[in-house]
T-cell receptor
Framework: QKEVEQDPGPLSVPEGAIVSLNCTYSNSAFQYFMWYRQYSRKGPELLMYTYSSGNKEDGRFTAQVDKSSKYISLFIRDSQPSDSATYLC???????????FGTGTRLQVTL | GAGVSQTPSNKVTEKGKYVELRCDPISGHTALYWYRQSLGQGPEFLIY????????DSGLPNDRFFAVRPEGSVSTLKIQRTERGDSAVYLCASSSLDRGSYNEQFFGPGTRLTVL
């Protein structure tokens, strides 16, 4: 079983929709989770990070971790065409640790 | 300020050749990471440098892959006897390790390697 599993999509939504992107993880050790956004032919850029439980909000983005079900979610409110990208969830375990990424979900927001 | 830069942006080579990929991290970042991203996949960890030394090279797939960071800044990923399966985007990331308990890594645009 992979450490982090993510549905690759693609996911297509109309502008203004609420988007829900999800990952599952398998390890219960101390960890944190990150959501990166990657535009085509660019490197990933960090959107948000969260620790093992709870919600975190930043503007139109909310990151959520459900420890009991080992589920990680990213919600995007009022989605915009500029949100069209691949969204990668990642798991880290320490201050300097490598990141373990999911497959990435490709999102298309249409006008 | 300047972000992570990688050169070349594209590299096409023939099977069996040797290639070098270069990464310039953000100035002052002590940690440097190499990842490989195949088509339709997320980045996969290869190696991590803390300063000049490789702190974790557990992701290198075999002994054809080698990386150096001689002065603790620029890093070079070297691939010997390239194979078609090495074709991927090679991403470099750097981190200042000053975020407390999480590791914010800043990624470069990647080098797209194609082995014919």
């Amino acid at each position: 079983q992979k450490e982090v599993e993510q549905d690759p999509g693609p996911l297509s939504v109309p502008e203004g929709a609420i988007v829900s992107l999800n990952c599952t993880y398998s390890n219960s050790a101390f960890q944190y989770f990150m959501w990166y956004r990657q535009y085509s032919r660019k490197g990933p850029e960090l959107l948000m990070y969260t620790y093992s439980s709870g919600n975190k909000e930043d503007g139109r983005f909310t990151a959520q971790v459900d420890k009991s079900s080992k589920y990680i979610s990213l919600f995007i409110r009022d989605s915009q065409p500029s949100d069209s990208a691949t969204y990668l969830c990642a798991r880290g375990t320490g201050t300097a640790s490598k990141l373990t990424f999911g497959t990435g979900t490709r999102l298309q927001v249409t006008l | 300020g300047a972000g992570v830069s990688q050169t070349p942006s594209n590299k096409v080579t023939e099977k069996g050749k040797y290639v070098e990929l270069r990464c310039d991290p953000i100035s002052g970042h002590t940690a440097l990471y190499w990842y490989r991203q195949s088509l339709g996949q997320g980045p996969e960890f290869l190696i991590y440098f803390q300063g000049t030394g490789a702190a974790d090279d557990s992701g290198l797939p075999n002994d054809r892959f080698f990386a150096v960071r001689p002065e603790g800044s620029v890093s070079t990923l070297k691939i010997q006897r390239t194979e078609r399966g090495d074709s991927a985007v090679y991403l470099c990331a750097s981190s200042s390790l000053d975020r407390g308990s999480y590791n914010e890594q800043f990624f470069g645009p990647g080098t797209r390697l194609t082995v014919l």
